[in-house]
C-alpha cells in the first residue's frame, strides 16, 4: 500500500530499524531476511534523500532526520493498530492476544499471580508477556500494553489507573543484636542498609526517592535491582532493609526476620496501571485493565 509515493511498510522496517539498530535484529523483529531489510534501507534512503543511518561497528546510528522520524513514526503505527487491527469486536472467552506487560517482581507476585488466575478462568487463550525492566520508554514508543509504576514516576503524556496503595515496613534479620523491638532514627542512620535501584542510572525505589528527596541520610552498604531481594539479603546481618509492608508480611512466613515500623513517616506508596493514550479505546486493553483493577481490590 502506498500514500504518496510511499509504500506504508517501510515505515514499519524504519521504526524496527530506530528501535534495533541492527539490520539482522530489525529483520528478526519484522519477520525480514537481511536482505529484504537491505533493500528496505535503500528505499527508505532514496525516498527521504537521506542516508538515514551511519554504519558504526556493528551498529546503525541514525542521522539527524532519522532522529526526528522516530516518535511520529511510532505514532503512526500504534494508531494504526489501535484503529484496524484491534477491531472493536471483543470476547474475552475466545480472544487469544498476547499483552505485553511491564511489572516488577513484586507486582507480579503480590498480583499478577491472581490476575492469571482470574484469565486461566474468564479468558483461557489470552496471554501475558511480562517483562521486568525499568525502561518506561518502551510505553512511550508504544512497545508494550501497559506498566505498573509508582504514581511518582509515571509517564506525564500517558494517562493511568490507581490500583493500590503500599506502606512500608523495616526488616532485620532475628539474630540482629543492634536492633531491638523497636528502631530509633539514630538506629536506622547508624545501621548498614539493603535496598533497591533501577536501570543504568541507578535511580533509587520510591522509598529512596523520598528518603534522598527529604534529607534521610542511609548508610546503604548492599545495593540490588530485586525487590524481592532485600529480605534475603539480610540474613545473617546486622543489616536493615525498607520494604514494602505487603513484601514483609509474605516472607516473614519463611525467613527469620523481624518487622518493626519505620522511625519517620513515609507517605503511603500509590501504584498505577499505566497504558499509551492512543490506546483508550481498545476495547481488549480495556477489559483487561478492568479485570486487574478488580483484581487489585483484593490484595
Known amino acids: 500500500m502506498r500514500f504518496r509515493g510511499l509504500d506504508l511498510n517501510l515505515l514499519v522496517a524504519l521504526d524496527a530499524l530506530i528501535t534495533e539498530r541492527n539490520i539482522t535484529r530489525a529483520g528478526e523483529r519484522i519477520h525480514l531476511s537481511q536482505s ?58 475466545t480472544d487469544d492476544r498476547c499483552y505485553k506487560i511491564v511489572a516488577s517482581e513484586l507486582t507480579t507476585m503480590v498480583l499478577i499471580t491472581k490476575v492469571i488466575s482470574l484469565l486461566a ?18 510505553l512511550d514508543k508504544g512497545g508494550v500494553d501497559l506498566i505498573f509504576i509508582p504514581r511518582q514516576f509515571a509517564l506525564e503524556d500517558h494517562p493511568y489507573d490507581e490500583i493500590y496503595q503500599e506502606g512500608y515496613k523495616c526488616i532485620c534479620w532475628e539474630g540482629n543484636t543492634s536492633i531491638g523491638d523497636k528502631i530509633t532514627f539514630e538506629d536506622y542512620q547508624t545501621a548498614g ?42 540474613i545473617g546481618t546486622q543489616r536493615i532493609a525498607t520494604v514494602h509492608s505487603r513484601l514483609a508480611n509474605i516472607v516473614r512466613k519463611s525467613l527469620p526476620i523481624k518487622i518493626l515500623e519505620p522511625p519517620m513517616s513515609i507517605p503511603m506508596l500509590t501504584q498505577t496501571m499505566q ?6 479505546n481498545d476495547v481488549g486493553l480495556t477489559w483487561l485493565r478492568k479485570l486487574i483493577v478488580d483484581v487489585a481490590k483484593t490484595i
Open 275 to 280: 497504558y499509551h493514550r492512543n490506546r483508550e
Open 193 to 234: 542498609h539493603v535496598v533497591v535501584s533501577y536501570g543504568k542510572q541507578q535511580s533509587p525505589a520510591f522509598d529512596g526517592w523520598f528518603m534522598n528527596n527529604y534529607g534521610v541520610s542511609r548508610k546503604i552498604e548492599i545495593t540490588t535491582t530485586n525487590l524481592l531481594a532485600p529480605p534475603v539479603l539480610i
Open 36 to 93: 529484504g531489510m537491505s533493500s528496505a534501507v535503500s528505499r527508505l534512503r532514496q525516498y527521504f534523500d537521506d542516508e538515514l543511518f551511519v554504519l558504526v561497528g556493528r551498529d546503525l546510528v541514525p542521522t539527524q532526520l532519522a532522529e526526528s522520524l522516530a516518535k511520529p513514526v511510532r505514532h503512526i503505527l500504534v494508531e494504526m493498530e489501535n484503529t484496524i487491527i484491534n477491531q472493536p469486536k471483543f470476547d474475552p472467552t
Open 121 to 138: 478462568q474468564e479468558a483461557p487463550n489470552i496471554r501475558l508477556e511480562l517483562l521486568a525492566t525499568s525502561e518506561t520508554e518502551l
